[in-house]
Each structure stands twice: as C-alpha cells, then as structure tokens.
C-alpha cells in the first residue's frame, strides 16, 4: 500500500477512464472545493462551472456559457463583516467589531479550457502584479489549481489563437487534460500537480493511450482559431476615440445590459456597497459593467460615458488597447468568444476591431 | 421563399428610403442562425437587409432608447415588426413615447422565430454553423461534423408558440402572406394555468431553481422596448435603496418582482426578455401572469389600440371588478 502510493506520487500522468471521472473528483474533493463545468439547469443549453456534487453532470465536451471566473471572483464577495455592540466598557456606547473575510480554501477547477484561464492570466496583471495587491484575489487566486483540456471545440465565435493563446496554450495551468478514446489523460505541469495525483487514485496510462494522448495535442497545436488581425487598433482606439460615427457604427444596436462583461473572463470590473441588515452588515464587493450606465455616474450629475456608445468604446478600447499599453502589449481579452454568442443582438467584436483598424489604417493612408 | 421577402423588403426600402431618415431592420450576424439589428442610413446599404425566422430581435425599442435615431422635421423613420414588435409599437405610442407620424411600419407576417439555443441542443455539440436553410417546415443546419435536420417547431422561442398576434397589428406596408396563430386565443394563458394548479411547494422550488442561475446583467431589462427607466434602474440604485447587490436568491427574486410589477398591463408580451436571458430563465412567464390577471380585471390587452390608456395609467373611480 504504502509503496504503491509512493510510486503514484512520482508519476506525472494518470488516466481517468470516462465511468471514473465522478468518482475520481469526488475523491479529490475530500481535500479540495472541485469546480466543475456543468449545465445550468436540466433542459438548459447554458453550462457553468459548479462545486462538484455527488453524482452531478459534468460536461467537458464544449465550453462554458459562463467562464470560471466567480471561482477567484465571485459576483458578491464578502469582504468585511461588521457588527455594532453595546460596548462592555461604557454601556451608553456602541462598539464596532469588524471582521476580515479572507478565503484560503483550496480549490480545483476541472474541466478549464485554455481561454478561460488566460482570462485569469489578465486580471493577475490587474490583481497582483501592480502597486497595489488585492488580498481577497491573492488569497484565492494562490489556492486554486487548474486542471485544464486541450481544446478541441472550437466553434465560429473563438478566436483564441488571434489574441496571443490557443487550443493548447497551458500557460497558468497545472495540469493538461487531453481526452482520447475511453477516459481523459492528465498530465502534470507544475509541481502542485503531483499532489492531485496522489489523491487521485487512478493508474497510469499505458503506452498506447500516452501515444494517442500525443497525437491529440498535436492536432490541437496544429489548429489556429481565428483570423482576427490586431496591428493597428493600439492606436486605432486612441486615433479614433472621437469618431463618433464609427463608434456608432459599431454599436448602434447595443442595449447596454451586462450580458458581454458577466460572461467575459477578462472582465474584472466590480463596485463596492455595504449592505446593512439591522445592527450588523457586510462591505461587499459585486461585479459591475462598464455597459452600465451607472458605473462611470458622477456624484456631481456629469456622465462622462452617456451613451452606450462611449461605453462600448471603453470595453472595446480597453481589451485592446489601453490594457495592452499598460501591461506590455497583452490583449485583454482572450478569445473566448462569448460575449459574441450571448450577445442578445450578436454584436461581434472582432467586428468592431476591424471597423477600427479599418479607419485607422484608413486615416494613414490618406 | 425567405430569400423573396428579403427581396421585397429590400424593394420597399429601397422606394421610401428618400422619405425617411433611417431603416431599422436586420442583417446576418456571425453566422447564418444569428442574425442581428441594422441601421440602414444609406441606399448602399440596404442589400444588408435580411428576413427569416433567425430575425428574432424586437427593433422597437431603438426607436425610444437613447441614443435613438431621431428623424428630423417632416421626416420619418422606418422599422421592421414582427406581429408581437408591431404591438410594442402601439404601446409605445400609447404611451406617449412615439409619434405614429414619426414612424413609417414595415411589418411582416411571422409564423415564428428560432431559439439558436434549442439548435444548439439539437445539434448536443458546439460546432462551427457553414449553412442554415429553412423549407417546408424543416431546418437544414450544415455544420463541421454533419447535417441536421429538425423540425421548425422544434426549435422556435417559447414565446412563437404561443403567439396569437403573428400578422402586425399596425402597418403602414405589408411585406408577405398573412399567416395563422399557432395557437388560439382562449389558449394563451393555459400554461400560468398549469402551473398554477402545482402545489405552492412545487411552484417555489421552481422558481428558486430558475431565478437562481440570474447573473444579474439586467439584459431582461434593457431589451424590453417598455422598460423605460433602464438608466435609473432601482436594480441598482443606492438611494433610496430598495435591492442589494448580493446575487441571492432573495434580491434576485425582488428584482424580478419589480421589473414584472412595472410592467403590469404595459407588457405586450413580446418576449424579448425572455430571449435575451443568457441564462435561459422564463422570465416573460411571470408576466404572463399579471397579464392573465389584467385581462381578466379589465379586459385589457396591451399593445392593440393606441386609443387606449392602460388600466394602471389612468384612474377610474367607477371601476368594479377589483
Ligand atoms: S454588446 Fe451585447 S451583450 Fe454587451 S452590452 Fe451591448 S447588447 Fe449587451
Ligand atoms: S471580450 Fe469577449 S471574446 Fe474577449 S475574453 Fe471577453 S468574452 Fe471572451
Ligand atoms: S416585459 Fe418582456 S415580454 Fe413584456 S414587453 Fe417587456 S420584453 Fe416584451
Ligand atoms: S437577462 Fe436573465 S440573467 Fe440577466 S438579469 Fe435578466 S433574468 Fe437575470
């Protein structure tokens, strides 16, 4: 016993065959919070990532309506608790107890597709990597390992490879998940990975499924999705900034709801309310979207993004260009595509970068 | 037969287009099942114009939600409506929001419009959509792994199944056949009857399931062409401060309970918050019921006649029934 668990905590790759995989992650998430993608509902279409339960429907074979981002990021975040007292000392005052609310629990996101962890690649720049470090994101962000596929469902709306990623871009994850014939092999990419595998209880492949496992990757490496180009819209955004024509071109239809940002991996946006009940209540950090209307609302009555078309510019121009300046030429989107495909007018970004290189290549020609 | 309306649309537009100031109508999106809202401003562009069963979007809110195309002096706008955006039309007039002489109507004859997401559910895969023909009844899809073949009604939006107005109500030109309900009218409240005859327990438990997956991106909100506070929202409003921020269950559901409420009698049941929902929630459900109720109460319909002021814009003293 003893020796064989040795043995299985040297090996880099398992194989989970298809019947095992619920028990395989339920043994997991005797140490761990295991998120998984799953459908929404029983007849819905939408899939999301969900903490693993027991005999729950895991889907890997196509992507998630909604990225894992609430996992690091979740849409209402505790951040303070708080609660007024009658002060033991002096009973004709309150007291204020505050409490942290730091979470360190850790946590597995099975079933990640290389967009989705990309997404998180972005908000680190934005989270960890700046004067400031956000301690609630570092937190989580630090106890979560990803275990993520090497994609190959790439539909009409992705376009990871034109954005610096790809099918099989493992860059932040720690374990590649390849699925052949019969069960998925994992595969070890950081040190972290090694551990997982001991609790998984799971043999390891044998050289015909390491062979196909091969062979998958390839194909996957081999694929390009998306033809978007991107040279010009760094200073296309800036070029163009007051053409408000063009932005109207681009986002007439725009109903300015929040379906693009909560659906988008990169999105990071949040606002900060405090939310009483009686004596106690919490300071919570909620997602918000730069498509609403309230979020750039001044307290002096001045909206500097009135419309929705200064506020689709910002989304547009800040994925792919203001964020790119600031933090070395990377994108901030990540190609996931799925603001396009829930867009309730389908409103296309890629279309809107190519109106804006087009006048910006447009306007140096001239 | 789709490829002919399109045509005679595009005809149509073509002859008002020195009379009016814009055309709001649809073009092909990012494949063929998507298709999204247009802007026509110019005569080069209208061979974008496009009508099939993928042309889901109710246009008439952008006729109000700023920034709206507004027509100049003695000019109009044009729009495309379906029978159940023909109504949102009227109600906006009815409200006082439009001028019917502001607008030139190009309706058109609908006998239903596709839910992609019900293709997708058909197809169980995502996949890359080359072609997608409508004959006869059938959806042809034409994807990377294969063809598919499935039935139109299959597929249509929930609420193209229960449409009773699928010819526009208001019209200034009439493009295509007139087409027949697909159900009748004394039908059209038999699904909030099911329901309600579910135990309360049952009927909660749904409820909770459903509205528990809302993300709270108020596209429901802002696709309704009657929303019209959208900006000012209480949804989001901290003073005074009526819902949290939470994502619970609880201000999910006041939320809802107020977006429903606010649209009690006003709401023409077009279902574009319904369709909107990336979540797949039935949202227009909850309104179906205030509408059942405000049928019931006042024998009212909203959306039908723009003569008449609905029952909760107006106050009647002599009212009975309630
Ligand atoms: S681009 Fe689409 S999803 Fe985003 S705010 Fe506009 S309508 Fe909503
Ligand atoms: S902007 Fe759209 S495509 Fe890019 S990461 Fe966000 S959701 Fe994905
Ligand atoms: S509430 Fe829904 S169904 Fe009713 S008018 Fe608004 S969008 Fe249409
Ligand atoms: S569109 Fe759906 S997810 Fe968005 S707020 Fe409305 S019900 Fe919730």
């Not at chain 1, 299985?8 to 398992?14: D, L, V």
């Not at chain 2, 559910?121 to 997608?132: G, T, Y």
């Not at chain 2, 929930?158 to 056949?177: A, F, K, M």
Request: hydrophobic share 35%; with cysteine; net charge neutral.
């Amino acid at each position: 016993m003893v020796a064989r668990r040795k043995e299985k905590k040297s090996q880099n790759r398992i194989f989970i065959p298809l019947e095992g995989l619920n028990q395989t992650l339920e043994n997991l998430s005797k140490h761990f919070t295991v998120w998984v993608p799953m459908p929404s509902g029983e007849n819905e279409w939408s899939l999301e990532f969900k903490p693993l339960h027991r005999g729950c429907k895991i889907l890997l074979d196509r992507q998630s309506t909604l990225p894992p981002k609430k996992v690091i990021l979740p849409q209402g975040q505790t951040l303070i608790e708080y609660e007024y007292k009658k002060s033991e000392s002096d009973p004709s005052k309150q007291d204020l107890v505050l409490r942290e609310v730091i979470d360190e629990s850790p946590i597995i996101v099975f079933g990640t597709r290389p967009c989705d962890v990309r997404g998180f690649l972005v908000c680190d720049k934005v989270f960890l990597q700046g004067r400031y470090i956000d301690v609630y994101y570092r937190a989580r962000r630090l106890n979560t390992l990803f275990a993520t596929l090497f994609c190959r469902e790439a539909d009409d709306a992705c376009f990871c490879s034109s954005v610096g990623s790809g099918p099989a871009d493992m860059e932040g994850s720690d374990i590649g998940i390849t699925p052949i014939d019969g069960g998925w092999i994992l595969e070890g990419l950081t040190d972290r990975a090694s551990e997982i595998f001991s609790l998984c209880d799971c043999e390891a492949p044998d050289e015909k499924q390491i062979e196909d496992a091969r062979r998958v990757q390839e194909e996957v490496r081999s694929m390009r999705v998306g033809n978007l180009r991107t040279d010009g819209v760094l200073e296309g955004v800036k070029g163009q900034f007051q053409n408000m024509e063009l932005w109207r071109d681009i986002a007439e239809s725009c109903l300015s709801c929040g379906v693009c940002t909560y659906v988008c991996p990169t999105c990071y946006c949040f606002t900060i309310t405090d939310e009483p009940q009686g004596l106690r209540g919490e300071r919570l950090r909620s997602w918000d979207s730069c498509m609403f209307y309230q979020y750039t609302q001044e307290a002096s009555g001045h909206n500097p993004r009135p419309t929705k078309l200064e506020r689709y510019r910002n989304r547009l121009g800040h994925k792919f260009s203001y964020f790119p300046l600031r933090y070395s030429g990377m994108i901030a989107c990540c190609g996931c595509g799925r603001c396009i495909r829930s867009c309730p007018v389908s409103i296309d970004i890629r279309q809107g970068v190519e109106r804006v290189r087009e006048a910006h290549h447009g306007c140096v020609c001239s | 037969m789709w490829s002919e309306i399109t045509k005679k649309l595009q005809e149509t537009v073509q002859n008002i287009m020195p009379q009016v100031e814009a055309v709001i109508g649809w073009e092909r999106g990012f494949n063929e099942i998507r298709i999204k809202p247009v802007v026509i401003k110019k005569e080069g562009d209208i061979s974008k114009l496009v009508w099939n069963p993928f042309c889901v979007q109710n246009l008439s809110g952008y006729l109000v939600k700023s920034p709206a195309v507004i027509p100049r002096e003695g000019r109009r706008v044009a729009i495309c409506v379906k029978g159940c955006d023909s109504r949102s039309v009227t109600a906006l007039i009815q409200e006082g929001f439009l001028k019917r002489d502001q607008i030139f109507i190009i309706g058109i004859p609908c006998s239903g419009t596709v839910d992609w997401r019900k293709v997708m559910k058909r197809l169980e895969r995502s996949s890359v959509i080359h072609r997608a023909e409508i004959k006869d009844g059938r959806l042809m899809v034409e994807h990377a792994e294969g063809v598919e073949e499935i039935p139109l009604r299959e597929i249509l939006l929930r609420r193209c199944l229960r449409c009773v107005y699928p010819n526009p109500t208001v019209s200034d030109v009439v493009i295509g056949e007139t087409v027949s309900p697909h159900i009748e009218k004394e039908d059209l409240y038999k699904d909030v009857e099911a329901f309600e005859r579910k135990s309360l327990d049952e009927r909660r438990k749904f409820w909770a399931e459903t509205l528990s997956r809302c993300i709270r991106c108020y596209a429901c909100r802002n696709a309704c062409p009657l929303c019209i506070c959208q900006d000012w929202c209480i949804a989001e409003r901290r003073d005074p401060k009526w819902v949290t921020q939470k994502p619970t269950l609880k201000d999910i559901l006041l939320f809802h309970g107020i977006h429903a409420l606010h649209l009690a009698g006003r709401c023409t049941e077009c279902g574009e918050c319904e369709r909107v929902c990336p979540m797949e929630i039935p949202v227009m459900f909850i309104k179906e019921k205030l509408n059942e109720t405000t049928l019931r109460l006042f024998s009212y319909e909203a959306g039908i006649d723009s003569n008449l002021v609905p029952p909760l814009l107006t106050f009647n003293p002599h009212e009975t029934g309630i």
